[in-house]
């Protein structure tokens, strides 16, 4: 199995910055990509940014320009720097990996525990 574990988020006014972090640990041969999604109040899951494993990057449209996804393979790490963030922002953030067990083959998918990011006006 692998583990996922956030830290970061909290509150902010709008205009400021936050960064979110999360590590991967467990049986792992190799992660393919490590990612942010967010969810807020009665909506569905979205896809914030991910980084696959070659370091190519790819972002909502909402948050071009002003978030900034980072990985380090090394540490099976993955951040998520946050600027210019606006009330739309506030939500659930939530770190996925997708990750080949050493016991192989398949890959599977992997959610962190969640963490609550809010922007005031």
């Known amino acids: 199995q692998v583990q996922l574990v956030q830290s970061g988020g909290g509150l902010v006014q709008a205009g400021g910055s936050l960064r979110l972090s999360c590590a991967a640990s467990?049986?792992?041969?190799?992660?393919?990509?490590m990612g942010w999604f967010r969810q807020a109040p009665g909506k569905q899951r979205e896809l914030v940014a991910r980084?696959?494993?070659?370091?190519?990057?790819n972002y909502a449209d909402s948050v071009k320009g002003r978030f900034t996804i980072s990985r380090d393979d090394a540490e099976n790490t993955v951040s998520l720097q946050m600027n210019s963030l606006n009330p739309d922002d506030t939500a659930v953030y939530y770190c996925?990996?997708?990750?080949?067990?050493?016991?192989?083959?398949?890959?599977?998918?992997?959610w962190g525990q969640g963490t609550q990011v809010t922007v005031s006006s």
């Open positions: 980084i696959t494993s070659g370091g190519s990057p």
């Open positions: 467990g049986s792992i041969s190799r992660i393919n990509s």
């Open positions: 996925n990996a997708r990750a080949v067990l050493i016991s192989g083959p398949h890959e599977y998918q992997y």
